[in-house]
């Protein structure tokens, strides 16, 4: 998948006209050995890196939703909400390694084994990042808990510098009231924020017929009804909640993507590495 969005990634954060030099630091395993200081080696013995101003500056944070819901999977899906997000999230991640820069990762919901990762760079990033992404399990209700968003958005927003890319995976349901001006918070102090809508194709087109029993996964509510004549009114209160997000990040500068999980990955990771330019 990476593969085939290398050409639409941004200029390497090390390379190019205006990259000034930033200062040093220590050595650690991953890092490109282009950038060793070989002079610093020699008059002290010590293995130092490089750094450019635009280095620190273009970190990737990837922010992913692993609540309840993200683990619906319908029967006509390759795959769940959370699986598609940690495909996209991993092709991300490789891109952003192989241009240089270093990735982080955030869940906020998931179960026991969703780990969230700081930022670093390197190769060995990449491979935990995988490992977390690959153990990620869906878990936790964001609309009963409002923390549990907070608490990942606190994160980035006390960590991430100017100049950070943060990709926002989810599938905005169940989410609190307050969420699309909270996330979208997050595109101020110079950071670049996309958010990535995750949708299961059930949930795009509610295909079912006659009277069906629908039971959310979050808020523990259940109803009863006839998909003829409620399909309508759900596709416009779903239409409404995606106008409202588009909304909110349009004022802060920020950009919105939309996925189905039937949606071919490496479009939607194209699609995602142009708006956040």
Known sequence: MAEGVYAGSHRSARRGAGVEFGGHRAYTPGDDLRWLDRRSLLLHDRLLVRQFETETDRALRLVVDATTSMGYRGTGAPGAKLAFSALVSAALARVAVSSGDPVGLTYFGGGPNSRSLPVSGGREAFERILGSLEAAEAGGDARADASVLERALAIIARSARRGSIVVVLSDLLDLPEVAADRVSAIATR?????????????????????????????????????????????????????????????????????????????????EIVQAAR
């Open 190 to 270: 110079g950071r670049v924020l996309v958010v990535v809508q995750v949708l299961d194709p059930d949930e795009v087109s509610l295909p079912f017929e006659g009277t069906v029993r629908l039971r959310s996964l979050e808020g523990d509510v259940v109803v009863e009804t006839d998909v003829e004549a409620t399909r309508a009114r759900y596709l416009a209160a779903l239409a409404e909640l995606t106008s409202e997000w588009d909304r909110a990040l349009a004022a802060r500068g920020a950009r919105f993507v939309r996925a189905v999980t039937t949606d071919d990955p490496v479009r939607i990771v194209r």
